[in-house]
Every structure is written in structure tokens, then in C-alpha cells.
């Protein structure tokens, strides 16, 4: 399935231990799909996704496989399911897929990170954006930015405590562009900006978007020169990057998987 | 000052009697923003808006004047005002004008209605705008509301109980359009859309622009002819319009107030 969430107020994607129990913890996206589910076809069943996220963390297309016995897929198990979701988690679509399909077996992964620039933090972007107090130079980052197109071994942008048999990783797309203040936003103003960092790749290491992020706008405040980002690859070392990136501005954009018909419209983003 | 704000958590722009005191009434915004005023600058203010705005109805461009005893204003006092309040609502600048401003006596306005339209209503818009579970015809909607251009008698279109002097308003803009999902979702597909509802003109009366989309969406979804939008006019009987669109999907985008250079900041949202 395709889902869409808004992550402000959830753990993240995965069930984390006392959710759901403990009042003051707050549900996983993943815990409130699975009841959901259970509830709707009386079935307990397994999901799984593209990745994770983390708390805090959106997405516009995320996918996830589960199994079930019961035949039901299609508008209606869409429908179904999404007037028992909270209105912050919505399936997009459902379909059958082979049973060879895993969802965390993607080609590709697109994420975007969202700062809003501006006098203000405009109230409809807040949880949807990082609203930066200071004008980002976004030539600059841009600049830097490209030093990770390719192949490369990002252990330097990599939290501690990932459990991955490598950190090399190849990037397809990587820049930084200055976009007006989105509908339904009337404002016209130019200090008033999003400016948006987006990276395609084969694949992400734990909180690697954000550390980008971090070190990408502390290049933009003038803070450290374009050159560090290739400088933190060489390194392999993360104490070299900038401060992890706010989960807010974190959009999971889509995710892809190859050309097959069976699995067509999770490229439909 | 110009302000911002999501109207989701409030009960209108005016102090309702008891908000504020019982803990089951939402807030207003001009409540939040006098106390706000007031912890700030230790004086008791009355705030005028350009307008009153109704119960979960957001906007990006409005504006309110007030006479204070004390000489601020600018940058700081906007940060200032900001940082007490809550996210939901910004001031995006705060100057001094004229003794004879009056925000109430404006010259124009522009308020925007946005239609959500796709097979799952997206969670990063829930709050921002109308999901209408049917596809509308825009092109049937942009034809009718082309009747409403021009000097009329809007009497049809607005709620029982307005205090009004006379019903007579003139519209200098009014168009239907599809707009594509705006970023930071990244939906590229044509059945997920927005559908703005946009109007401008010299006023508008108690629940005018919402009586008029409730109306649009029906000639949309194919319930009503596009020429309803003229008989109502003609019938100046509220009966005849459909329902009150509802207040999530309506923004003031703008209100205008002359050339004035003491005063040119306000239109330059």
C-alpha cells in the first residue's frame, strides 16, 4: 500500500515498546495501521515498510506490504481502512502484489527537506517545515550539495547505531532550490521563501537526510564553507557533520520499485 | 499590523463572552493577541480587524490596528509579539500609521476557498482545506461564478442576522481553477488536486463567500445548474443558495487599503 502521513505526532513509523500503553508515549504509525487493519478484516498481520521514519518525520508516499487471508484490495479497502485511520495517516491506494514483493527491497528513495525563511514562521507550514531564523544562501548550498552525487561511503553523515553490512550509498539527484511560500499561503512576498534540499538515492543511512540537512544549513548561514560536505565524506566521520536536521522539515517523498506491471502504481505518485 | 493565522483551534476571530474562562470554549484570535499585547507592553488594548472572521477559518493576510501609549514597533516588536504567542498565529509586521487608519474601512478584499480533491483526503491539508469526495466540474463552476462580477445586491448569498447597512457589493475578481497538490507533498498524479475558489471585491457579507462555495460545489458535483449562481442573486433569498461551505476551506488572502505610503506595507503581502 501507498500511504501518506503527517508525522507530527507520532513515534515514528515503528512500534516502539509501552506505545499505545503508556498515555505519555505517543503512537507509531506503524502500531495504528496494524490495528486498523485488524480491525477491519480480523486479521493480526505483519506490516513493513520501504524504511522507517523517525518521529516527527512526514511522508507523501511511503510503501508498505503486509499479508492477508482475506481477498481484499482495491477503492473500497482504501476507503475502508481511511474511515477508521486517524485523519494524519491515509492510504493512498492497496493493491495485490506478488508474493515475491518486499517493501524494503526499493530501487530508489526520494526525500525533500523543507526550511521556511522568512520574518515569521507562517502558522500552516509549521509542522510541516524547519522555519529558519536566518536567509540561507542557497547558491551555496546547492554548491555543496553536488559533492554527493555518485557513489559513496556516507558513514560521515550516518548516526551511531545503525546496523547496515555497508555505508556505501549511491545518489542520483542532489540539489537546493529557493520555492515561493506554497498555496493555500497568499503571500507574494520574496522574503518569505521555502527553500527545499532534496536527494534520490539507492538508499539512506539512519538520520542521513538530516545530518545533510544540519550541515547544509550551516553552510548556508555562512557558518562553514560549501567544501565540508566533501570533506565529511572523506572523513567518514560524523563528528565532522552538523547538528542532525529537524524531523519536521523531513518529507518522504516516494519511493521506487523498478517497472513491473504488478506493482505499476506505486509509481504514481 | 498584518497577520497570520490557522483558524483551526479558534472560535472566530471575535472574544466570544466566557472564552477564556471555561477550559470547553476554544480561544479567539483577537483574545490571544490582546493579552498577548498586553503581557508585552503593559497596556490594555482594543484590537479592529479588517473584518471578523468565522470559526476555523484561516488567513494569510489580515489586518488589525490598535492605539498604544507606548512607542514600539518594527522588527523587535514583531519578534517580540511572535515569541509569546502561539504557532498558530504570527504577526508578519507591525508599523505605526496614521490617526485616521482605520482597518475596518477597507478598500478591498480577496478571500480564497480551496476544494481537496482525490481518492483519500491528504493529511498535510486536512486542516487547510475542504476534501470533497466527488470530482467537480471547474470549468461548470468558473462559468458561474462569473455572474457575481459587477455591482449586485448579495442579499441571496448572507447568513440570517447581519448588521448591515445595505447588501450591495461590487466583485472585481472571481475565478474557479484546479491548482496541483502544492509542495511539500510530493503528489504528481492528476486525481489529487485543489480546486480554489477565488474572490475579490469591495466587501463581503456574514458568511458570503461560504454560502457562494457551498452553492459551486453543488453546480460542481452536477446537483444544480451553473445558472442557480444568477437566480440566487435575483431571488436575493438565502433559501435558494445551498449550504455553508465549510469553514476549513476558507482563507482571507488579502485585504487593500489604498496607495497611501504610510501605509504601503499592509499591501505588500
Not at 517545515?129 to 553536488?146: C, F, H, K, P, S
Amino acid at each position: 500500500m501507498l500511504l501518506a502521513y503527517d508525522g507530527t505526532d507520532y513515534c515514528g513509523w515503528q512500534i516502539q515498546r509501552g506505545t499505545g500503553v503508556h498515555e505519555n508515549r505517543r503512537p507509531s504509525i506503524e502500531g495504528t495501521l496494524t490495528a486498523v487493519i485488524q480491525e477491519m478484516c480480523g486479521e493480526s498481520v505483519t506490516l513493513v515498510a520501504s524504511g522507517r521514519t523517525d518521529a516527527g518525520v512526514h511522508a507523501s508516499g511511503q510503501v508498505a506490504h503486509f499479508s492477508l487471508e482475506a481477498k481484499r484490495f482495491g477503492k473500497h479497502f482504501a476507503e475502508g481502512l481511511n474511515s477508521l485511520l486517524p485523519p494524519s495517516i491515509q492510504v493512498l491506494d492497496v493493491r495485490p502484489v506478488p508474493n515475491s514483493f518486499r517493501a524494503q527491497r526499493s530501487v530508489e528513495k526520494q526525500y525533500s527537506y523543507y526550511f521556511q525563511q522568512g520574518p515569521a514562521p507562517l502558522p500552516h507550514l509549521r509542522t510541516q517545515t524547519y522555519w529558519n531564523r536566518y536567509d540561507l544562501n542557497v547558491e551555496a548550498m546547492d554548491g555543496a550539495i553536488q559533492s554527493l552525487l555518485g557513489e559513496h561511503d556516507f558513514l560521515g553523515f550516518c548516526a551511531a547505531g545503525a546496523q547496515v553490512s555497508t555505508t556505501v550509498r549511491t545518489i542520483h539527484e542532489a540539489n537546493v532550490i529557493r520555492i515561493p511560500i506554497p498555496e493555500p499561503a497568499c503571500l507574494s512576498l520574496e522574503r518569505f521563501c521555502l527553500v527545499r534540499i532534496r536527494l534520490r538515492g539507492t538508499g539512506f543511512l539512519k538520520q542521513m537526510v538530516r545530518n545533510i540537512a544540519g550541515t547544509l544549513r550551516e553552510i548556508g548561514e555562512g557558518r562553514r564553507p560549501p567544501e565540508d560536505i566533501k570533506a565529511i565524506l572523506d572523513s567518514k566521520d560524523r563528528k565532522n557533520a552538523g547538528p542532525t536536521g529537524s524531523p519536521e522539515g523531513l518529507w518522504l517523498d516516494r519511493v521506487f520499485y523498478g517497472d513491473d506491471d504488478d506493482i505499476a502504481f506505486l509509481n504514481q505518485v
